[in-house]
């Protein structure tokens, strides 16, 4: 589609010069808001990335995640698709909630994934007492300098577990929501930034809810996926309690990566095509999910940018350049079910997020796209 004309040029349509301010302003205004003209990408800030094609990208990325699910899977064993949407969030610069019974290795997949980048770790154990200055930290007064010290949180680390998150009370979960948001912290006026690559995995038991605080939609909303670990087969747990006889495969996991490797993995996924009639298909998606007839809420304008960032995180790590149909398929559950809200008669007739969102799914049509 051609782009539109918004140069006014030098027409003054007729207008006095007393109208001619307004006439300017308007056309400063046309000039701001019309499509701009492609430049040329700016320089990375890492000079091999900068020299690599966006194949070579997508190369480098593949290579990383290979490396750290392979090693991964030394302590876990049978959650590959756990795995990838955990390392497609955290590439995409988004955090995760894992909600799933206890014991099923909520915690050391954190810990795992940690240990195999050589990232820094730190756990939060949520609970009703905790007070944001025990997350993010809080200035004491030295007496010898006469000057107050800020002391930081466990938010200032890299890899940040907040355990049972849904037994912290709101005022404690929302002081998580600039750190998620921003990679920053504000502390009696004063901004620290957090140690990239930041995420924060979360975990909460959708059984036990006496004495919990729900997140709200705005503190979900953060969280770029959701989903759950799932019990392991007879087979799996056997080889589980194999690799438990001597001592905890986590404890022998060794670095595979570097947190540099991620960072970079981060910038490199932008750069993952993404054609426009894929584009167009995604929102099309998101938009169903606000007109749905058993939806109370659909998916904010956020939801849009999580499926379009995990969608070239997820293309790269399958080594491609550009992102097919079915790379954004593959996320879409996992980045909406926590996003949309069924209306109080689905939830009587047993309708669930996922069956609304495989309906809105199955309904559009898929665009074809040209892997060459």
Same mark, same amino acid.
């Given at each position: 589609?051609?782009e539109?004309n918004?140069?006014?040029?030098?027409?003054d349509?007729?207008?006095?010069?007393? %109208?001619?301010?307004s006439?300017?302003?308007?056309?400063?205004?046309?000039?701001?808001?019309?499509?701009?003209?492609?430049?040329?990408?700016?320089?990375s800030?890492?000079?091999?990335l900068?020299?690599?094609?966006?194949?070579?990208?997508?190369?480098?990325?593949?290579?990383?995640?290979?490396?750290?699910?392979?090693?991964?899977?030394?302590?876990?064993?049978?959650?590959?698709?756990?795995?990838?949407?955990?390392?497609?969030?955290?590439?995409?610069?988004g955090?995760?909630?894992?909600?799933?019974?206890?014991?099923?290795?909520?915690?050391?997949?954190?810990?795992?994934?940690?240990?195999?980048?050589?990232?820094?770790?730190?756990?939060?154990?949520?609970?009703?007492?905790?007070?944001?200055?025990?997350?993010?930290?809080?200035?004491?007064f030295?007496?010898?300098?006469?000057?107050?010290?800020?002391?930081?949180?466990?938010?200032f680390t890299?890899i940040?577990?907040?355990?049972?998150?849904?037994?912290?009370?709101?005022?404690?979960?929302?002081s998580?929501?600039?750190?998620?948001?921003?990679?920053?912290?504000?502390?009696?006026?004063t901004t620290?930034?957090l140690?990239?690559?930041?995420?924060?995995i979360?975990?909460?038991?959708p059984?036990?809810?006496e004495?919990?605080?729900?997140?709200?939609?705005? %503190?979900l909303?953060?969280f770029?996926?959701?989903?759950?670990?799932?019990?392991?087969t007879?087979?799996e747990e056997?080889?589980?309690?194999?690799?438990?006889?001597?001592?905890?495969?986590v404890?022998?996991?060794?670095?595979?990566?570097?947190?540099?490797?991620?960072?970079?993995? %981060?910038i490199?996924?932008k750069?993952?095509?993404?054609?426009?009639?894929l584009r167009q298909?995604?929102?099309?998606?998101?938009a169903?999910?606000?007109?749905?007839?058993?939806?109370?809420?659909?998916g904010?304008?956020?939801?849009?940018i999580?499926l379009?960032?995990?969608?070239q995180?997820?293309?790269a790590?399958?080594?491609?350049?550009?992102?097919?149909?079915?790379d954004?398929?593959?996320i879409?559950?996992?980045v909406?079910?926590?996003?949309v809200?069924?209306?109080?008669?689905s939830?009587?007739?047993?309708v669930?997020?996922?069956?609304?969102?495989?309906?809105?799914?199955?309904?559009?049509?898929?665009?074809?796209?040209?892997?060459s």
């Amino acid at each position: 589609m051609p782009e539109p004309n918004c140069d006014l040029g030098s027409t003054d349509f007729g207008i006095s010069d007393s %109208q001619k301010p307004s006439l300017r302003l308007f056309q400063r205004l046309l000039t701001l808001t019309s499509p701009a003209k492609p430049s040329p990408p700016a320089a990375s800030a890492d000079p091999h990335l900068a020299a690599r094609s966006v194949a070579e990208d997508a190369a480098m990325v593949s290579d990383l995640a290979k490396r750290i699910i392979a090693n991964v899977e030394t302590a876990i064993v049978g959650k590959r698709k756990q795995l990838v949407l955990s390392l497609v969030t955290w590439l995409s610069g988004g955090h995760v909630l894992l909600e799933d019974v206890p014991g099923v290795a909520k915690t050391m997949l954190a810990r795992a994934l940690a240990r195999s980048v050589g990232c820094k770790f730190k756990r939060v154990q949520c609970t009703p007492d905790l007070l944001p200055t025990d997350v993010t930290g809080t200035s004491i007064f030295n007496q010898k300098t006469s000057e107050f010290e800020f002391r930081p949180g466990p938010v200032f680390t890299q890899i940040l577990l907040a355990d049972e998150i849904n037994r912290a009370t709101p005022r404690t979960q929302a002081s998580l929501l600039e750190a998620m948001a921003e990679a920053r912290v504000t502390v009696d006026g004063t901004t620290h930034k957090l140690e990239p690559p930041f995420i924060v995995i979360a975990t909460q038991n959708p059984v036990d809810h006496e004495g919990t605080f729900p997140l709200p939609e705005a %503190q979900l909303d953060r969280f770029m996926m959701r989903f759950t670990l799932g019990y392991p087969t007879m087979e799996e747990e056997l080889r589980m309690l194999e690799m438990l006889q001597h001592v905890h495969p986590v404890d022998t996991i060794k670095p595979v990566a570097k947190a540099s490797e991620i960072a970079a993995a %981060q910038i490199a996924i932008k750069r993952v095509h993404v054609d426009p009639r894929l584009r167009q298909y995604l929102l099309q998606i998101v938009a169903q999910t606000r007109t749905h007839e058993d939806l109370a809420l659909g998916g904010s304008p956020r939801a849009s940018i999580a499926l379009f960032r995990c969608s070239q995180a997820m293309a790269a790590i399958r080594g491609r350049s550009y992102v097919l149909p079915d790379d954004l398929k593959k996320i879409i559950a996992p980045v909406m079910n926590h996003r949309v809200i069924l209306r109080p008669e689905s939830r009587l007739r047993k309708v669930t997020t996922e069956r609304v969102l495989d309906q809105i799914v199955n309904e559009i049509a898929v665009p074809t796209i040209d892997a060459s």
